[in-house]
């Protein structure tokens, strides 16, 4: 069999463009999954380009500056890049309601305002899902696949609503080292708020699929971006903590960062806790496993950010 060179096989050379979904143009001060999605698309393959790459897809925290890097969960999706007009189009909210701002400046996402716009929209269309005569099969079946992070983050997201946004080692003990009593209730309690955000990953999963298939139809491939470590205050730390190097208390022993280097001669502290690799092992490296089976679902290619902590890293 004769190899192939990369001058005879085309495919083994890419271009693209990198942009993360914040920064497309939208009405309701954050890029979305809606109109700008699509013409962005068509740009891409206009230009002849065939990757497209984003950021983590992952719910920001503001208390840290609303960065991708800094998600509240490795496996949920941002509900700030729903679709508003893709609501309406579902008959979820009413149309003529898309009435955005005029007051927002342009060129510039505004985390804070944007989540004030769409959290109307969001309950109105969670309204109008849960009064339907019929259960939808796919919300129970999306529940069901993904049940191994959603419901996690469906409760820490109620909690951290509850809490006015504190971090999860603030909570009252019983939830913050998670019992099995103070657990149960706070289901019970936030069971609305649970399915509403459930929900919200719902149909962001569904927005996301309709851009992946613009893509494809395209000939655009999307490349994911999968950040090697988590933040301290994300559903993932909060859940499992066994995993992670933590005290009693839930506070980092030791946090990640890099040495000095040519690029800061004072190093980098990131704060982010490092993991407990002897623990991973034992368990089969089975929360990465999981964690990577779910990014090759959500992109065509993943892109581990600062991968080279996987072998080696700076305590």
């Known amino acids: 069999m004769k ?5 005879e096989n085309k495919n083994l050379r890419q271009s693209g463009v990198l942009l993360h ?3 497309l143009p939208s009405p309701w001060g954050v890029g979305d999954f809606g109109p700008g999605a699509e ?5 891409l393959a206009a230009a002849g380009q065939t990757l497209w790459q984003v950021l983590p897809l992952s719910p920001t925290d503001p208390g840290q500056g609303s960065s991708p890097y800094s998600g509240l969960s490795a496996s949920a999706g941002n509900e700030l890049f729903i679709s508003p007009e893709i609501l309406a189009e579902e008959g979820l909210i009413e149309r003529f309601a898309l009435e955005p701002p005029s007051d927002l400046p342009p060129g510039r996402a505004d985390y804070a305002r944007s989540a004030h716009l769409r959290e109307p929209f969001f309950r109105k269309a969670f309204a109008a899902f849960s009064s339907k005569n019929e259960p939808d099969p796919g919300f129970a079946s999306f529940c069901r696949d993904n049940a191994w992070w959603l419901e996690d983050f469906a409760l820490f997201a109620s909690l951290k609503k509850e809490f006015e946004g504190s971090p999860w080692y603030e909570w009252p003990a019983p939830l913050r080292d998670r019992k099995d009593a103070a657990l149960e209730e706070a289901r019970k309690d936030l069971a609305r708020e649970i399915a509403y955000r459930s929900f919200l990953q719902y149909v962001f999963s569904g927005q996301w699929e309709r851009v992946r298939g613009l893509c494809a139809g395209r000939g655009i491939a999307i490349m994911g971006d999968l950040p ?7 559903a993932d730390v909060w859940a499992n903590r066994r995993l992670f190097d933590l005290d009693e208390s839930g506070s980092p022993r030791n946090v990640a960062g890099v040495p000095p280097d040519y690029f ?9 806790p490092l993991y407990n690799w002897d623990t991973l092992e034992r368990e089969g490296f089975g929360w990465w496993v999981r964690r990577l089976e779910h990014a090759f679902s959500l992109f065509d290619l993943v892109r581990i950010d600062h991968f080279r902590g996987l072998v080696k890293f700076w305590s």
């Open 3 to 7: 190899s192939q060179t990369h001058s």
């Open 21 to 23: 979904i914040s920064s």
């Open 39 to 43: 013409r962005f698309a068509d740009f």
């Open 228 to 234: 090697v470590y988590v933040s301290l205050d994300s």
């Open 264 to 272: 800061s001669p004072w190093g980098q502290m990131w704060g982010n």
